[in-house]
Nanobody, 117 residues
Framework: QVQLVESGGGLVQFGGSLRLSCVVFGSSLGINDMAWYRQAPGKQRELVARITSWGKTNYADSVQGRFTISRDNARNTVFLQMDSLKPDDTADYYC???????????WGQGTQVTVSS
């Protein structure tokens, strides 16, 4: 059974930093793309950052230069380093992993990030 376990969310002040982690359990053949999404109250879920299996990254314009996505393939883990946080970054953050086996996209349960002004 595939399970994604996120951690690292919390309350931080404007300009502060947080580091999110997401560990993937149950993958038997490695992981293709991994990504972080977020959903603020009353808004649609949006892509924050994505990283391919060979390390190519892309970011939403709103976080470019402030957030960094990385991964540890040996530990089936993806990270999101968030710096210079703003109140607009307040949301539930979800990780997503595209697995080879079992094939498909899988989501974590979400971790809450709140940035106070």
């Amino acid at each position: 059974q595939v399970q994604l376990v996120e951690s690292g969310g919390g309350l931080v002040q404007f300009g502060g930093s947080l580091r999110l982690s997401c560990v993937v359990f149950g993958s038997s053949l490695g992981i293709n793309d991994m990504a972080w999404y977020r959903q603020a109250p009353g808004k649609q879920r949006e892509l924050v950052a994505r990283i391919t299996s060979w390390g190519k990254t892309n970011y939403a314009d709103s976080v470019q230069g402030r957030f960094t996505i990385s991964r540890d393939n040996a530990r089936n883990t993806v990270f999101l380093q968030m710096d210079s946080l703003k109140p607009d970054d307040t949301a539930d953050y979800y990780c997503k992993a595209d697995l080879f086996n079992p094939r498909g996209d899988y989501w974590g349960q979400g971790t809450q990030v709140t940035v106070s002004s």
